[in-house]
Each structure stands twice: as C-alpha cells, then as structure tokens.
C-alpha cells in the first residue's frame, strides 16, 4: 500500500538504518574468513601499520590525539588483516566493553529511527559502540534478548517502547544492571524512563480540532501495551470532555501504532452507516497516513472533506500529501537524554529513579481545515 504523489512512508528509515549498520561491519567483516580473524591480534595491527602498540590501541578506543598519518596506517591495517576487537577480553580485563545494548520494536519507521540518531549521536561523544536488537514487537523475543543481554558483553541497556517490561525490569535491577525506559514507563515507577507530555500533547491537539469546529473526532488508538497510548487516549478525552462534547465510544477506534491497521480502521469506520467523523486523531503518524490512504480511497478530499492529526513528527510527515498536521515528540533529544542518564548509572552515579516528560509541540500543516456543515 502506497500514498499517491508523496515519498514511501519508510524509505528514509530504512535509508538511515542501512548507514547506521554499516558502521556496525567493522566488527563482522566479510573479506576474512572466521579461523583468520581470531588469529589477529592488536600486536599484528601495530606491526603492520608500523606503529606502536599504545598507538593502535589509542586509534581502536576513539582516542582524538593520534595524527591522522597513523590513524589511516591503523585503520588501514584493521581492514587488511581482517582485525576485531576481542569485547569479552576488553570487558574481563577493563570491567567495561564499552557497547550499549539498544533494543527497538522494529526498524522500518522514522519514530524508531530518529530516536536511533540521537542515542548513536550521544554514545559517539562518550566512546561507546552500540549493539542493536530489534524485537518485531514479539514479547517474548523482548524477553530473550534482554536475558541474553544480562549475561552479555554490553554496559548497559536502553529500551524503546518495549511490550513487557514488567516481566524482566526485576531481573535488570536484581542484577544491579543499567537500563533506561524511552517512551514506555515501568508500573512500579522503580526505573529510570525517558518520555514526552503524550497526554498534554494529545488534549492540544484535540482541542486545535474543535477550535476549528470539529464535534465528530474519531481517535485511533495506539498499543495498550505501551503507556503512551493510554496516556494519549486520555488527553482525547479530557479535551472533549473540557469542551462538553458527548463522547461517541464508537469513534474510539482500536490501533496498535501500525499504518496498516490505520488504513483498515479509518476504511471501517468511513463505509458504515451512520454520522461519520469530520476529523481523524491517530495516535502516531504511521497510522495517520494509513488514515489518510484510506481517506483518498473513499474519495474524500483532506482537509476539505476530512481533518487528519498524527503525533511524534517523524520526517515522513513534511513529505505526505498534503503535509500531515501532527504533535511534535522530542525524539533525538529523548535518545540523547536517556544515554546520559544510562551513563551516569554506569559510572556508579546513585540517584533515585528518575521519569522525565520532555514537551511536545502541536505543529500545524496542511492536513486540516475547518469543519464544513455540507457535509451533514
């Protein structure tokens, strides 16, 4: 399923993440068989770069004072001799790896990518690599690896908008292990989390489309796993609710933050019978573009004949016909703050759990309009 005269909603993603892994080859590379890789040691490196031994390992560790000359002869030589650092002797001999463990939902959207950005952005400043698992949204995948993880070569661990982290957040902490909670909290408030104002931003823009005259606001609703799309949830009622609308429960949709699943609820909801909804909240903006696909089909025009609204921002959303009207998550700031507060629990900095709300912001495009009585 397609959008006509707008860019595939998952292209930029993908384009990201395909730059992104391969900076993670330099430890799997496909020249050198596996038997010659574990024959290479540092000490072959600094021979063949005809450098010393501090020296390569200075260029290995992202040290900034190595001239240039002998960064290229290292880095030349890691790549002919087919060199990978040994994580599990570095770890054993040091108490650190230096990798992040970082496990997403998936990789095939911008939401995931541009959290993505902003967490590989700030592990570059502090030196660390990064380890990345992708869960497909099945729990017990995001049981595995986070097993896996604890017994592992990473630091530390942060998480995006994981399904079940009540089923293994007690082992993480049992293990005195390092992790942070992005855009999902924890029901016992016993971990570190780093989210936005999804309430806040959600009443905001339900209220921007009843100051545009909209009564009839069907909402989309996102994953009940995850808290944001609860908390969203309520923000759409309390906006109506403060405003003295009736809430029509059959304007509830259920949705689970996939654009499939915005096409078909919105293609449900707009051939049944009855008053149909004069603007669309979906809870993220691949389901506001499912919705929007499912608008044209019907052959509605948006935003004379129907408002849509989205929430995160992902950079798909000033490239869609028209331009999608939607709430602004923090993405790559949320990514960044949670590296930081990951950091400061490695370095054995105490503080009390923290759960931090950055703002969001309703940025409005071309995807609404006010409300047009014909249509009754």
Request: charged share 20%; net charge neutral; proline share 4%.
């Amino acid at each position: 399923m397609g959008f006509s005269n707008n860019i595939n909603t998952t292209e930029r993603s993908v384009n990201f993440f395909e730059g992104f892994c391969k900076r993670l080859q330099y430890m799997n590379s496909n020249n050198i068989s596996s038997k010659k890789r574990r024959g290479v040691t540092i000490v072959d490196v600094a021979r063949a770069s005809g450098v010393s031994y501090t020296t390569v390992s200075r260029v290995l560790s992202g040290y900034e004072f190595v001239s240039e000359t002998a960064r290229t002869r290292v880095m030349k030589a890691v790549e002919n001799l087919g060199y990978v650092a040994n994580l599990q002797a570095r770890s054993l001999k040091g108490g650190r790896s230096q990798v992040i463990g970082l496990l997403v939902p998936n990789l095939d959207n911008g939401y995931v990518g541009t959290i993505t950005q902003g967490i590989d952005q700030e592990l570059a400043r502090a030196n660390y690599d990064l380890m990345l698992y992708t869960s497909h949204r099945h729990p017990g995948k995001e049981s595995a690896y986070v097993n896996a993880i604890l017994n592992g070569l990473t630091d530390g661990l942060l998480l995006v908008a994981p399904l079940i982290p009540a089923s293994y957040v007690n082992a993480l902490r049992d293990h005195n292990y390092p992790y942070v909670l992005i855009d999902q909290t924890d029901v016992s408030e016993n971990s570190n989390v780093v989210e936005s104002t999804n309430w806040q931003g959600a009443y905001d823009a339900t209220c921007y489309l009843i100051q545009l005259g909209h009564t009839q606001i069907a909402f989309i609703k996102g994953s009940d796993a995850v808290r944001s799309a609860i908390d969203r949830l309520q923000g759409y009622k309390a906006a109506i609710a403060d405003h003295n609308i009736p809430l029509r429960e059959d304007l509830v949709i259920e949705g689970d933050y996939q654009q499939q699943t915005g096409y078909e609820a919105t293609k449900r909801l707009l051939q049944r019978k009855g008053l149909c909804p004069s603007a669309i909240f979906a809870s993220n903006d691949l389901a506001a573009f499912g919705a929007m696909d499912a608008a044209r089909e019907c052959g509605l025009r948006i935003p004379n004949d129907i408002s849509i609204v989205g929430f995160d921002d992902v950079p798909q959303t000033s490239f869609v016909y028209p331009k999608l009207t939607t709430v602004r998550q923090p993405l790559e700031q949320m990514g960044q703050l949670a590296v930081k507060i990951l950091l400061q629990q490695i370095d054995g900095q105490s503080h009390p759990p923290q759960r931090v709300a950055l703002a969001t912001h309703l940025i409005i495009r071309d995807s609404c309009g006010p409300y047009q009585a014909q249509r009754d």
